[in-house]
């Protein structure tokens, strides 16, 4: 396989174009892979993706239809669909970068242990932390860390996907990581039922704060380090997405809190809300790790409308009694 690229991004949503554009920006060649023909085909004619209005497309972006070769590829594709993706993948060791956050439903595997059962041979790390796509793609400041075990690979993948305005942090666990990544749109949701239904800011403030604890948990019991989750990946994430008015999770959990249907709510949206299919796997797998999740389980009930609002608030704050 030739490397014509230097980056090879695969999925040409919201996240996957912002960060193309940001590395085309910041000089890098760099391949922006869409799966439909007839979307790639819309990406060049009108050089603007309509996830991420007003902002144009490089003119040294390449946009491609067949999975390019590159240097690096960086998985940009919503959870659910990563399985696909990755199986579409020719064997190779191209160093891969997961820059998706979830719980596959079913297998409830994170993305870096569901890319090693599919791509053994293919060096894994994983991208993620408080960032939204549109500041990405305008070259606002911004921070990530950069997950992998192997400091070489870490090196390596810092120094080619660093830009003047996105700065990287390594970390070693990429567990940690990958479930601080995708916890945070659980607690988003929680958050915004909380904003949604009057109940203030101190409210807010206390789910945020024991989110934190019972992701850190779960790290701690999957083999990742419970201090992941006080970082960039795991409370920058939060509080970005708890806050944010651009947060999809946040403003699903406030439509919910205002007393509309989760159905009405998705058959507006054109972008996934990653946090409703997160939810449920979530649970499941703490569950199986016993580790008790009282946020994630109330979220998923409330998700599936087992629990109102006010039943949701009412089990949160009925808890035992407990030291923090």
């Known amino acids: 396989m030739s490397e014509a690229f230097e980056i090879g991004v695969l999925g040409a949503g919201g996240w996957g174009t912002a960060l193309a ?5 910041a000089g890098k060649s760099v391949a922006l892979w869409a799966r439909d023909a007839d979307k790639a085909a819309r ?18 972006l390449t946009i491609a239809t067949e999975i390019p070769a590159a240097k690096i590829l960086l998985l940009a594709v919503p959870m659910q669909y990563a399985r696909a993706a990755l199986s579409a993948l020719p064997a190779q060791d191209t160093p891969l970068v997961l820059c998706c956050k979830g719980l596959e ?41 950069l997950a992998a075990e192997d400091a070489a ?20 666990d990429m567990i940690g990581a990958a479930l601080g990544g995708a916890a945070k749109n659980v607690i988003a949701i929680a958050a915004g039922v909380v904003m949604g239904a009057g109940l203030g800011e101190n ?13 850190a948990r779960l790290a701690a019991a999957l083999g990742g380090r419970a201090e992941t989750v006080s970082g960039l990946s795991g409370m920058g994430d939060l509080l970005l997405t708890c ?12 439509e919910l809190g205002k007393g509309l249907s989760l159905s009405s709510i998705l058959s507006n949206r054109i ?11 979530l649970l499941a797998r703490a569950k199986v790790a016993a580790v008790e999740m009282p946020i994630t389980q109330v979220v998923t009930e409330l998700l599936a409308s087992k629990m109102t609002v006010s039943e949701t608030v009412k089990s949160l704050m009925s808890r035992a009694l407990k030291d923090e």
Do not use: C, K, Q
Request: glycine share 8%; aromatic share 4%; charged share 15%.
């Open 203 to 215: 409210a807010r403030a206390a789910l945020i704060t024991r989110g934190i604890v019972e992701i």
């Open 21 to 25: 554009v940001l590395l085309s920006n």
């Open 105 to 145: 439903a079913g297998s409830l595997l994170l993305p870096p242990e569901l890319a090693a059962s599919l791509h053994p041979e293919m060096p894994v790390a994983m991208l993620t932390g408080p960032n939204f796509a549109h500041e990405i793609a305008a070259g606002l400041p911004a921070a990530s860390v």
């Open 271 to 281: 972008s996934v809300t990653e946090g409703v299919s997160t939810a449920p796997a």
């Open 43 to 60: 990406l060049r004619d009108i050089a603007e993706n309509p996830r991420l209005p007003g902002v144009r497309l490089p003119a040294n």
């Open 243 to 254: 806050t944010g008015a651009a947060s999809r999770n946040f403003s699903l959990g406030f």
């Open 153 to 172: 690979l870490r090196a390596t993948l810092t120094h080619g996907l660093r830009t003047d305005t996105l700065r990287l942090y390594g970390s070693a």
